[in-house]
Each structure stands twice: as structure tokens, then as C-alpha cells.
């Protein structure tokens, strides 16, 4: 590219901007399993050659995940990310050394006959180090049906042997590895014939002197907590065939240093094994910050255990029950009312009695309770379950016990009348996420009118506005303009749930309207999908009779992608592209 390219002297965060357009374009893959197209290699070459800048940004974008496959056939090294570079670049690039992610993939039987350790010895292997890596994602393949060693093959000894070269290979790759996480393969058997107690010490080993473990259906798994100490962090998430009572055992293990764990537990026996020791006392996770439980078990509040007088998590900050309680009382909320910050509730009509009876969020008080997300199945509530919910969820926002600023809850359309005048007595609020709930545009400015702080909303679009007998559609942006603006000077995004039974044209309008009296709002957040026909209908309606005067303001309305987290809006995305424009002479 020519030295005078305006391109070169774009400021870092526009750099960023535009790299990370090209990664979310045509459906690029770079999560270090694919090899990519050609289509991808041409789009990614140019960046490459720009300047230092441009490269080192790119490099730094795509090097995100490094995986190592090793073949189980040949038992050689397959490194995806390089034969992904090598089809577009011929001077090779040190991925390793920019790599956030170390994703590892290997049979069981080649760690414990030690081929997998000769694979990583082999040159240039060899001479690999992963300095940045941070996470170590395992995957295990035992679908080449590991056997008792027979005459002639690996002893137990030298597999033992093996599993720690192998270990320390690793370690000696990525030395500053803060979170391991291991799962099977697709093609992973549940009922190997190795002794599992290699298969334990393969995990105690790989995890040890780790903080932050992360174990997926790893069913094989026997007893791992003796080699596992002093865990900061602690994720199991269940599959069929789980092992979740040794997760449980691993947890009351590192009680004294958890600060986070997630279990998918799987009845009464894995929460008896959480909240009480070998005597029969009361276990205290008296570092836990973030608590996570997740039972799919088909078992009725009335039957679920109850552990009176027990305090097991007095430091709580975040709680999450869903899809229920694995808990008959109140246990999980005791002892931390001063601390809890964030709240996830998955409600039915015994959840809710049980939270009234023991005053739950009524006597008690929760001063910094700012995040509250709250779910229940509506096609199937009672109407007193309907009463109840008003009772929990607007005692939770509403009452003065509570300063909560985010409320995320499902609510029912029947009762959606009733629910909403609650958010406006409550001044404090800046996030309301309603993802199944649809809203006219009047209810939506009666919130924004409302709420001072109020800065982000997530719902469905709901038609319904009827126009004064005496104003004409094209007269609808000055009728709404004199009779609403200016209104949330601090309401910026927008997250629409597209409904399929809604036209485009009716969320652009809304959209386009809500711009004209909320002087900030700038980005609606729709699926990546359709943003291009967002913003075709919206060029199109703004040509219009009623809206061509007001282009200007209106030509800044970004209708941009979302993601699972509340899109962070501010100015430099605004100067980013007005930079991007700029070089580009557009």
C-alpha cells in the first residue's frame, strides 16, 4: 500500500474498529478449529500490509486461540492456527507468542504411552512457549478404546511416568496459565478400560497449582481433591453420565479458598454433600463471592433439604438459582443480605411462598443489591402466581431495602399493565431487560420519562401507538417531537428482539422516532442477521416526507449488532467511524 495512504495514520482505536469489523464479516472462524477459505485469506491480507500497526492489531485479533491436535492415527502434531496463516502469508508468524488460549486436543492413550509427549518434543515444537496463554482448554479422546496394558507394551509404572512428563511439558509450554479447562472429545467413552485412577492423576496433575478449574461431563473422573487444593474457582457443568458428587467432594475440599464456583448438581445427595461435612456439620465457604447452582432435577420444593441455622455463604455477591433451587429454605440467602449484589431467581409458585414466609426480601434488608434477573415459566402461572410475582419482583426492585439499577425479568403479556408502573417509582434503575416482552413506543417513553438514570433497554417491539384523529403520518415526527422531546439525556442503546410476525418497518419507525425525542440514543442493537435490512428501511424511511428534515440527527442512529453483554456505547464509536468515513473519502 502506498506510503501516503491516509490508513496509516489512523489512531489506534480506529485501527481496532476496523480490524474487528473484518473479524465479525462473512462469517469468519478463528477459534483455532477450522483452516478457514480463501474468501477469509483475502479479506485478512490486506490488513496485514498496511503498516506495523495494522498487522500487530490483526495478529493480535486472530491469535486469540492456538490449537494443537494431535492426530490419533499418526501421532504427529497438527498445528490448526499455523496451517491457517500458511495460506496467506509465507513467512511465518509467532502465533504462539500472542495466544490467550491454549487449546489442546490428544488421545488418552497417546499421553500414557507417551507418544503425545514425543509429538510435543519434535521440532519446532520443541522450541514453543505460549507466554500470554492464560487459558488451558483440554480436549480427550478415548474413543481408540484404552485397554489394560498387555506383555510387551507400557507398564502402570511407565504410564505414571508419562502422565508427569507429559504434565510438566505442558506447564513448561504455557507457564502462566491461570484457568484450566477440560472436556471430552465428541467421541470421548464413558467406560474405558484404563484404571481411572491414571486418568485422576492425569487431571490432578495438569490442574495443579491452577486457581480456576473448569471440568465438562467428565464422567471418569473418581477422586481428584487430595492433588487439588486451594482452588479460587470452581466450574462443573453436568452432562449425562456426570460426575457431579466428586465436584461437590473437590468444592467442601477448597471451602476456605473458593471464590467463585458453578455446580450442575443432580439431586438431594449433591447438596447434602456441599452443605455438610463427614460429621455432620455445617460446611462455611467463607470466601465465596459468586455462587451458581444449577439442579434440573424433577423434585418438589416440599421435598428439597433444609438446613436450619446454617449460614454456608456469608460473603455472597452474586446468587443463582435456576432452573430451581436445589434448596427447600432459605439457606443460600442467610448471612449475606449486607454483601449480595447481583440476583438470578428462577420463580415458581413454592419458590415464591417459601421467599414470603422467611421474609426473604421483606424484613430484610440488601443495600447494595443493584442486579436483578428474575424467570419463570408464564405459560403455565396460576393466576395467585401471577399476585405472587408482583409481591417478589417488585419488592425486590421497589422496596427501600433495594437500590437495584439493572432488572432483567421475562414478563407475562397479561400482566404487563400492572408490572411496568412499578420501574417508574424506582429512580435508580439504568438497565430493564424485558427480552420477551413487547412494548409500544409510548410505554417505552413512559420509562425513559421516568427514570432519570435509565441508559439501556432490551425488548420486543410491540405495535399499538394510535395517532391523534387530526395528524397525519407525515406529520408523526413533528407531533411526537413538540409533544415529548427532549427526554433521557442518558438513554444511548436500544436492544430489539426481532418478532417474525412484525415488519421491519414498524421497529425502524419506532426506532427513528425514539431518536428524535431521546437527544442520545444512537445505537439499536439487532441481530447481526438483519442488520442490513435495518438499515435499508431505515435510509429509506428517512427520504420520507416526515422525516427528511430531521436526517441529520437521525443519520447518526447506528443500527449495530448485540451480544450476550449490554453494548458499550460512547463517543469513540461515533468517532470511530467518522474517522473510518474520513480515510476512506467517503
Known sequence: MHLSSPLQALPLDVIEYIVGHVAGSSRLQFDGVTNGTKEQANLLRPLLSVSHCFRAVAISHFCQTHTLFLDSVSACVWDVRAAWFHRFRHEKLPMHLHAKTLHIEVGENHIYNGLALGALLRK?????????????????????????????ETTLPEIEA??????????????????VCLEPTRNHST?????????????????????????????RLVRVEPFLSGLCQLEFRDGA??????AVQLAQHNAVTLQRLELHMQGNDDVHGLIKDAEGGYVEYSCLHMLKLVDKSIVDLSRRPVFPNAQPFPFLRSLSLAPASPFGDDTPFRGNSATLERLNLYLSTAMVQMLKKNEVFGCIKHPKLQFVKLEWNSVHAESRFIEDLTFIRFGLIIGSNVVAREVS????????????????????????????????????????????LFRHLHSKVRPGYVLPSDISRHKLPAYMIETYSPIGQRFRCWRVNADPDLSFEITVQWALLL??????????????????????????????????????????????????TIPNVNVAKAKNRAALAAAVGR
Not at 453420565?241 to 466428586?246: D, R, T, V
Request: proline share 6%; net charge positive; aromatic share 8%.
Open 162 to 179: 508419562n502422565i508427569t512428563a507429559f504434565a510438566g511439558r505442558i506447564k513448561h509450554m504455557a507457564p502462566m496459565v491461570q484457568k
Open 515 to 564: 431518536a428524535l425525542v431521546c437527544p442520545n440514543l444512537d445505537y439499536v442493537a439487532v441481530s447481526p442477521n438483519a442488520r442490513e435490512l435495518f438499515m435499508a428501511h431505515m435510509k429509506e424511511m428517512i427520504a420520507t416526507n416526515g422525516f427528511r428534515q430531521h436526517a441529520t440527527r437521525l443519520r447518526r442512529l447506528l443500527f449495530g449488532g448485540w451480544s450476550n
Open 124 to 152: 519446532p515444537y520443541a522450541d514453543y512457549t505460549f507466554p500470554k496463554a492464560r487459558l488451558l482448554r483440554f480436549k480427550f479422546d478415548s474413543s481408540r478404546g484404552l485397554r489394560q496394558p498387555a506383555d510387551g
Open 241 to 246: 453420565g456426570g460426575n457431579a458428587e466428586l
Open 191 to 219: 467406560h474405558s478400560r484404563i484404571p481411572s485412577q491414571h486418568f485422576d492423576s492425569l487431571v490432578a496433575q495438569i490442574c495443579q497449582s491452577v486457581g480456576n478449574v473448569e471440568l465438562l461431563y467428565l464422567s
Open 409 to 452: 425479568c421475562d414478563l407475562p403479556a397479561h400482566g404487563l399493565d400492572y408490572m411496568l408502573s412499578p420501574f417508574e417509582n424506582h429512580k435508580c434503575i439504568e438497565v430493564i431487560e424485558l427480552p420477551q416482552t413487547g412494548l409500544s413506543i409510548l410505554e417505552v417513553i413512559s420509562l425513559v420519562k421516568a427514570l432519570p
